[in-house]
């Protein structure tokens, strides 16, 4: 008979696994919580200083859904256990401060249109990729309506996405309106 050799404060690898699985949703549910928080309180401040009409309504309307889309994480995940807890993310903090800094050092309006809305865009991105980790963490024998909802808020994210795209393609986008 083998026997196994355990340490009385050791965990034994299955429940290993599965803490560390745990551990792992519960950081995800946190950035993709803490990126949404930043972005609530900044995107307000810069909607008011961009003085480009289309560029100023996509950014107050994606203001608008970042908070849906946080109370909807908020809510599933809590029902999981998961709550969201505040954190440091370092990543997500840098991704989040390069659209201040593009706010803050354009020196026209239409710069700050154009810089504020490639920042934006990259924190999109950013968000999308923290979703699909999300998603790929979470089970859909255990945790199927979470996973259901973080594929429904990751499509309302790449939804997001597009519209910052499609409002950067536009023509004279990029002209200079100073």
Request: include cysteine; hydrophobic fraction near 40%; aromatic fraction near 4%.
């Given at each position: ?7 009385p404060t050791?965990?034994?690898r299955p429940?290993?696994r599965m ?5 792992k949703?519960?950081?995800?549910i ?17 909607t008011?200083?961009v ?7 996509t950014?107050?309307?994606?203001d ?7 109370d909807r994480l908020?809510r599933?995940?809590?029902e999981h ?15 989040v401060?390069s ?7 354009a020196r ?12 934006l865009t ?10 699909d980790?999300l ?13 259901t909802?973080?594929k429904?808020?990751?499509?309302r994210e790449?939804?997001l ?6 409002l ?5 986008a ?5």
């Open positions: 008979m083998l026997e196994h050799k355990t340490s050791s965990i034994p429940l290993q803490k560390e699985t745990l551990s949703r519960q950081s995800l946190n950035e993709i919580n803490f990126t949404y928080r930043r972005l609530l309180r900044m995107l307000p401040a810069i008011k200083r003085h480009d009409g289309p560029v100023e309504r950014f107050a309307e994606q608008e859904m970042d908070g849906l889309i946080r908020g599933v995940a809590t256990g998961l709550t969201p807890e505040a954190c440091t993310c370092e990543e997500a903090e840098a991704m401060e659209v201040r800094y593009a706010d803050r050092a026209t309006p239409a710069e700050r249109s154009v810089t504020v809305l490639a920042a990259s924190v999109r991105a950013f968000l999308i990729r923290l979703w980790k998603i790929g963490a979470l089970s859909p024998s255990d945790q199927g309506d979470l996973r909802e973080a429904a808020l990751q499509e790449a939804e996405h597009r519209e910052l795209i499609t950067a393609q536009r023509p004279g990029t002209a200079d309106r100073s």
